[in-house]
Nanobody, 116 residues
Framework: QVQLVESGGGSVQPGGSLRLSCSAS????????MSWHRQAPGKERELVAF????????KYTDAVKGRFTISRDNAKNTVYLQMNSLKPEDTAVYYC?????????WGQGTQVTVSS
């Protein structure tokens, strides 16, 4: 079955960096696009970053452009989110997502807290 396991979250000060990882299994990782989403308290879940199958194309929400980088390693079935210059408004639970066989799958999420 499809499994997505996020890791790498934590607490950092404003301006700091974190690298999130999402390890995937149960589907042909190299053949599907992957994405990162986040949900802050009291807000709806939003798309943060998206990457195509071989990483040739990426897209970001405006709030993170220039600060976050999504990448993938198809040999390791892993997608990453490098987050630099973190701001308090980046505080949220971050989720990995894949659409496979007409269904959406989510990981359990990893908490990112940016605070001084």
């Amino acid at each position: 079955q499809v499994q997505l396991v996020e890791s790498g979250g934590g607490s950092v000060q404003p301006g700091g960096s974190l690298r999130l990882s999402c390890s995937a299994s149960g589907f042909t990782f190299s053949s599907v696009a992957m994405s990162w989403h986040r949900q802050a308290p009291g807000k709806e879940r939003e798309l943060v970053a998206f990457i195509t199958t071989i990483g040739g194309s990426t897209k970001y929400t405006d709030a993170v452009k220039g600060r976050f980088t999504i990448s993938r390693d198809n040999a390791k079935n892993t997608v990453y989110l490098q987050m630099n210059s973190l701001k308090p408004e980046d505080t949220a639970v971050y989720y990995c997502n894949v659409r496979w066989a007409w269904a959406d799958y989510w990981g359990q999420g990893t908490q990112v807290t940016v605070s001084s």
